[in-house]
C-alpha cells in the first residue's frame, strides 16, 4: 500500500518557484529521507503534505487522501516535528504530552496511558517532571517527537530531527529513530548524509525545487562508485547545478 503518493505537486511564491512538478511515492512502512541543499524545497513539500500549505497545482494522497479536497481526514492520519517545535516550554514534558492527548480528545485516563507509552518509546521517563524550557536540545527534539505521536500516525514527518544536536544526543535520537521504524511511515529531512544512511530505507533528493534523484542509500553510492553517501548526494547535485 502507498502510504504518500504526489503527482506533479507544485509550490510557486509569487514568481518563484519552490517546488516543480514533485512525483514521489512512499511506501507504508518505509522510511523516507528527503534531502538537498538549503532552500531545495524539503519543508514546503512536508509543509503541503501536512496541509499547512495548499499546493498551486499538482495532487498529493496520504493513504489515499487528497490533501487538497479533505484535509481534515489527514490530520488524524499524520503526526508532525516540525524545525520551529510547538512545546510549551513552562509546562513539563508530562505536561506537554497530556494537554496535547485532551487537546485530541483522550479521557484523563487514556491520556496518562497513551503519555507513559510515549515517554517510554522516546526513554524521557527521567526527564517527566522537568520543565520543557530546562530541556537539552536533543532531549527537546525527542519531547517534539513525542508530542507527534500522540495521534498515533500512520505517517511521520520529522523535519530535521537532529538539527542542532551534539554527537551522541544525535545517535541517541537515531536510536529512538530506529525502535520507531517499521510501526509507521517516517519521512525525514536531513543535512546529515551519515543520518540518511544510517536510517532510511531510500532517500529523494531535491535540487531547485525538483526531486532529481531516489534510490536506496546503497543504490545511490553504487551509481557514483563510492562509499560515501555524501559524496555520491554531492556529485549529484553539482550534476544538477552545472557544476561538473
Ligand atoms: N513563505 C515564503 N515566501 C517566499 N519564498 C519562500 C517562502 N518559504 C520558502 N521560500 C523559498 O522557497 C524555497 C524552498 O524553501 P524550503 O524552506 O522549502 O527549502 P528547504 O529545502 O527546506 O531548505 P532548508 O534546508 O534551508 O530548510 C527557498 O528558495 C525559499 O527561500
Given amino acids: 500500500m502507498k502510504a504518500i503518493e ?5 509550490k510557486h511564491y509569487s514568481t518563484h518557484i519552490a517546488v516543480n512538478q514533485l512525483n ?3 511506501k507504508e512502512g518505509e522510511l523516507f529521507a528527503l534531502l538537498g541543499l538549503n532552500g531545495a524545497g524539503k519543508t514546503t513539500v512536508i ?16 493513504h489515499h487522501v487528497s490533501i487538497q479536497t479533505n484535509p481534515q481526514q489527514i ?18 514534558v508530562e505536561e506537554n504530552i497530556l494537554l496535547l492527548a485532551t487537546i485530541y480528545g483522550a479521557s484523563n485516563k ?3 496511558k497513551q503519555c507513559n507509552q510515549i515517554l517510554l518509546q522516546l526513554d524521557l521517563q527521567k526527564e517527566r517532571t522537568k520543565k520543557a524550557k530546562h530541556l537539552s536540545g536533543g532531549m527537546m527534539r525527542r519531547l517534539s517527537m513525542g508530542m507527534a505521536l500522540v495521534t498515533k500516525p500512520n505517517v511521520l514527518f520529522l523535519d530535521e530531527p537532529t538539527a542542532g544536536v551534539d554527537v551522541i544526543a544525535r545517535r541517541e535520537l537515531w536510536n529512538v ?18 543520518e540518511a544512511d544510517a536510517l532510511a530505507d531510500r532517500v529523494g533528493i531535491m535540487a531547485n525545487g525538483q526531486l532529481i534523484k531516489t534510490g536506496t542509500p546503497a543504490e545511490l ?8 553517501l555524501e559524496d555520491a548526494f554531492v556529485s549529484f547535485v553539482q550534476l544538477e547545478e552545472g557544476y561538473e
Fill in 177 to 194: 529513530i530506529n525502535e520507531l521504524k517499521g510501526s509507521m511511515t517516517i519521512v525525514l529531512t536531513t543535512h546529515h548524509m551519515e
Fill in 6 to 10: 504526489t503527482v506533479d505537486l507544485t
Fill in 24 to 26: 514521489l511515492s512512499i
Fill in 47 to 62: 509543509n503541503m503534505l501536512t496541509t499547512v500549505l495548499s499546493p498551486t497545482s499538482g495532487e498529493a494522497t496520504i
Fill in 75 to 92: 490530520k488524524p492520519l499524520i503526526g508532525v516535528s516540525p524545525q520551529e517545535s510547538a512545546v510549551a516550554p513552562n509546562l513539563t
Fill in 221 to 228: 553510492k553504487k551509481q557514483k562508485h563510492t562509499h560515501s
Fill in 110 to 112: 487514556e491520556a496518562t
